[in-house]
């Protein structure tokens, strides 16, 4: 019997299947959903902001893109995944309020995507699919042995990407 895994805001969690693996109110935050489909292994953090260089004394690695992606992978190889055949599915990164003014601190979503997407450029992990953007928030279920991302949102036809 699987069951379905619950990741926490600024946390991560690895699963292998047949498990699935949860997180709730993407808002600005981003999903990052990591698998390697050889082995069936995955993984997903729940980043809420884009950099940990701008927080002194940061001990909430998965808070951040840049340290959350490198531990989600380290993880998922720990448990087993090949590093080289990873590959990633993102969503969330919603401007959440309407806002006139276009400063960084209002586009905090917008943000987190550039550096997510960053990220996984440069930990040479491509993109299958991604469902980011956009005003509104989003619950997401990953399943590593299949390789889908079921998207939620409030209102509108459930989405698997």
């Not at 909430?60 to 990633?88: M, W, Y």
């Amino acid at each position: 019997m699987s069951e379905i895994i619950k990741v926490g805001m600024a946390d991560l969690k690895v699963c292998k299947s047949p498990n699935g693996i949860t997180t709730l109110g993407l808002g600005s935050c981003v999903g990052i959903a990591l698998r390697d489909p050889s082995t069936k292994i995955g993984g997903l953090a729940h980043i809420m902001l884009p950099d940990s260089k701008a927080i002194r004394n940061n001990t909430n690695i998965p808070k951040f893109a840049d340290t959350g992606i490198e531990e989600l992978v380290k993880q998922v190889v720990a448990a087993g995944a090949g590093r080289s055949r990873l590959v990633a599915k993102i969503a969330g990164g919603a401007q959440m309020f309407a806002f006139q003014n276009k400063s960084d601190l209002v586009r905090v979503g917008e943000r987190n995507v550039e550096a997510v997407k960053k990220k996984l450029q440069e930990l040479k992990i491509p993109i299958q699919a991604e469902d980011t953007g956009k005003n509104y928030g989003r619950t997401v279920i990953f399943y590593p042995e299949t390789g889908n991302f079921v998207i939620r949102s409030v209102g509108r036809e459930e989405m698997v990407i």
